[in-house]
C-alpha cells in the first residue's frame, strides 16, 4: 500500500515553506538600517546573550535604552547622533530595524538567520 498522494504534499508543502523563508530573509535584509541611520530602532543582538552585556553595548554605542521587548535579545533604542545602527553593529547587535509592521519575534529570527547567513558569505 503506498501513499503517492503524500509524497505530493510532503513537497508541495516544503516548497512553499522553503520559498517564504528566503522572500522573508530578502524583506529582512531590505528592511535593514544602514550603517548612518539614528533615531528609534529595534537593536537585536544574538539569543542568550547576557542582559548586562547588551544594556552595556547599547550605552556604548551611545544609545538610549527605551524598553527592553518581551525577547530580552530585542531591545528599543534611540539616538540623534548619526551613525548609530553602525554603532550598535560594532558592539554586537546583528540586526537594527525601524519599528516593523510584523512581531519582533520574527524579526528576531530572521535577523539571526540572515547574520549566519551573511558570516558564511564574507
Known amino acids: 500500500m503506498t501513499f503517492p498522494g503524500h509524497k505530493f504534499a510532503l513537497a508541495l508543502f516544503s516548497g512553499v515553506i ?5 522572500a522573508m530573509a530578502a524583506i529582512m535584509r531590505a528592511g535593514a538600517l544602514p550603517a548612518e541611520a539614528s533615531g528609534t530602532m529595534l537593536a537585536i543582538f544574538n539569543p542568550g546573550t547576557p542582559q548586562d552585556h547588551i544594556f552595556a553595548s547599547l550605552v556604548n554605542a551611545g544609545a538610549k535604552p527605551i ?8 531591545w ?8 548609530l545602527s553602525g554603532r ?15 512581531s519582533p519575534t520574527i524579526a528576531g529570527c530572521f535577523a539571526l538567520a540572515d547574520a549566519k547567513v551573511a558570516e558564511v558569505f564574507q
Open 88 to 102: 550598535l553593529r560594532a558592539q554586537g547587535s546583528i540586526g537594527n530595524y525601524r519599528n516593523l509592521p510584523l
Open 67 to 74: 524598553r527592553e521587548t518581551s525577547f530580552g535579545f530585542i
Open 76 to 83: 528599543v533604542v534611540s539616538g540623534d547622533e548619526p551613525g
Open 18 to 22: 522553503v520559498v517564504w523563508l528566503i
